[in-house]
């Protein structure tokens, strides 16, 4: 079984910063893009960015110059640095990965989720 585990969010100022991680675990024979999506309260889910496995990186414009996107291949897992954050940012932020299993299948695979919430 392979799975996605966010970490990171919380509760903040505006202004403040959150680093989130997503770390994959399983049976895994490799893992091409890696995303962080945004879901906020009555609103579609967004890709917010993502990251290829040669390390190539897209920011949605809304958060391009606060936020940025890494990875450590080594340890599974990418990162989202979120500065200057702004109340508009909260949401249920999730990962999202292509996995590839030892079978040779590719999956999509998503994380359970973590808030980040960005409020006086």
């Known amino acids: 079984q392979v799975r996605l585990v966010e970490s990171g969010g919380g509760l903040v100022q505006p202004g403040g910063s959150l680093r989130l991680s997503c770390a994959a675990s399983g049976s895994i024979f490799s893992i091409n893009d890696m995303s962080w999506y945004r879901q906020a309260p009555g609103k579609q889910r967004e890709l917010v960015a993502t990251i290829t496995s040669g390390g190539t990186t897209n920011l949605a414009d809304s958060v391009k110059g606060r936020f940025t996107i890494s990875r450590d291949n080594a340890k599974n897992t990418v990162y989202l640095q979120m500065n200057s954050l702004k109340p508009e940012d909260t949401a249920v932020y999730y990962c999202?990965?292509?996995?590839?299993?030892?079978?040779?299948?590719?999956?999509?695979?998503w994380g359970q989720g973590t808030q980040v919430t960005v409020s006086s």
């Open positions: 999202n990965a292509g996995v590839t299993y030892s079978s040779g299948t590719t999956y999509s695979k």
